[in-house]
């Protein structure tokens, strides 16, 4: 069975720095496509930032670019959001999410409120 957890969220005054963990059981992170999501209240949800399991390419939406990066640790199993210059606009739970064939996987998610 496979698990994703998150963790790292929390409140962030403009400016500040977060680092968002994602926990994974039941799934490699080296074989999956691993991608971090965030959801703001009234808004649909949108890909941040998707790091590949052939070669580790990363991408990331135009909003966060030059301030976010995804990367992952194969020996702990865990994949990162680290989130710099965070501004008022990226308040969201971030969720991560974990693709390998057909499968899909979801995290329950974490709350990052950026506010002074």
């Known amino acids: 069975q496979v698990h994703l957890v998150e963790s790292g969220g929390g409140l962030v005054q403009p400016g500040g720095s977060l680092r968002l963990s994602c926990a994974a059981s039941?799934?490699?992170?080296?074989?999956?496509?691993m991608r971090w999501y965030r959801q703001a209240p009234g808004k649909e949800r949108e890909l941040v930032a998707t790091?590949?399991?052939?070669?580790?390419?990363?991408n990331y939406a135009d909003s966060v670019k030059g301030r976010f990066t995804i990367s992952r640790d194969n020996t702990r199993n865990m994949v990162y959001l680290q989130m710099n210059s965070l501004k008022p606009e990226d308040t969201a739970v971030y969720y991560c999410?974990?693709?390998?064939?057909?499968?899909?996987?979801w995290g329950q998610g974490t709350q990052v409120t950026v506010s002074s």
């Open positions: 999410r974990a693709l390998r064939s057909l499968h899909d996987y």
């Open positions: 039941g799934i490699t992170v080296s074989s999956a496509v």
């Open positions: 790091i590949t399991n052939a070669d580790g390419t990363t």
